[in-house]
């Protein structure tokens, strides 16, 4: 069986260079977690939340799955939510996708990849949603431009899908300050994009929402 052992070592360095910077660090750490953001983001390995946006362990409480989905039957990722908002207190839910996301290649190409289908028709449904938007990609559908552009409309929808659950309208209904936000990360520059679908209300979801379509197909209106 082949070791890990490099592994072990990157984290005793970790530890070290992290007890050099502030002595206190891990105690503090050990006491409680007071993030103020939840991050829902893809599994993708070149998609490490806290190094993206430049905060510590702690700063920052996160839920990863394949194309960054929010499901309202998925209740892992509505524990998260429930756990973030109702007991963590976090203010800021942020949906981020990213450019060459292989989970919306394969939904797009419908590849054949196994139980991940089923996870990935609902990013079918995304794109069925928005088939007239999406035809403007034809003859080539499957292109790198017309992938980018269901990986920001994936991020839309989740953003309304986070904001259509009970617990981010409960939320609101008892006055608690939460704002929904929808970014996305290019990989091929380290760079994450505002999708200017940020919702604090629930009466301000449908107008948000339309907004933020109508940037895509005017991104002179950004």
Known sequence: ??????????????????????????????????????WIG???????????????PG???VHRNVANLVVHTDLNCLTVLQFAIDILNVRHVIVCGHYGCSGVRAAMRGDRIGLADNWLRHLQDVRQKHAARMSAFKPDSCSADAQKQLCELNVIEQVVNVCQTTIARDAWARGQELSIHGWIYGIENGQLRDMKIT???ESAVESTYDAALSRLDDPRAE
């Open 1 to 38: 069986m082949k070791s890990l052992n490099h592994l072990f070592e990157n984290n005793r360095r970790w530890s070290d260079r992290m007890r050099e910077q502030d002595p206190t660090f891990f105690t503090e750490l050990a006491r409680q977690q007071n993030p103020q953001f939840l």
């Open 42 to 56: 893809c599994s993708d390995s070149r998609v490490p939340a806290n190094q993206i946006v430049g905060l510590l």
């Open 59 to 61: 700063e920052l409480f």
């Open 199 to 201: 919702v604090d209300r």
